[in-house]
């Protein structure tokens, strides 16, 4: 494994834990109601996160051979794509599941939609600020390396 697969690992790793253990500690303590801005904190990491996950899968693992350029624009399609699925994917399952912040049973649709979109928006600043470094350490790599 090389030096740079082992870094976007542990930013892998890193980035689960601290949403694993932000998560616990805001439900445990009921957070998510008193602090208006945890949501938010947990959206941007799940969109690095995602992002993470994604462009070390696709560019960086050796395990797909897709053979993608690895050049800032394919970095933030590709992440943009990504972490907005996921995203929509995340908003259908907590109204289904009944653990969205705002409900439209309880306050009118237009908050939760609000709510909704802020989610997304912090979705991908979160992925496309995770593209950046991504492809800021892939550069002083392959400068480092002569490529």
């Not at 990491?45 to 994604?54: E, I, K």
Request: aromatic residues 20%; hydrophobic residues 55%.
């Amino acid at each position: 494994m090389s030096n740079i697969q082992n870094k976007i690992l542990k930013i892998i790793v890193f980035l689960i834990v601290l949403i694993g253990i932000i998560h616990v500690a805001a439900y445990y303590f009921h957070l998510y109601l008193e602090l208006w801005w945890i949501d938010m904190l947990m959206h941007f990491l799940g969109g690095t996160w995602t992002a993470a996950f994604v462009l070390w899968l696709i560019f960086f693992s050796n395990l797909l051979n897709l053979n993608q350029k690895n050049n800032l624009p394919n970095f933030l399609i590709t992440t943009f794509c990504t972490v907005l699925l996921v995203g929509i994917g995340w908003e259908i399952f907590e109204f289904k599941a009944g653990l969205s912040f705002f409900s439209p049973l309880t306050l009118s649709a237009r908050w939760y939609w609000m709510d909704t979109i802020s989610d997304l928006i912090l979705d991908l600043i979160g992925g496309i600020f995770m593209s950046l470094y991504f492809y800021r350490i892939y550069r002083v790599n392959s400068l480092k390396n002569g490529n």
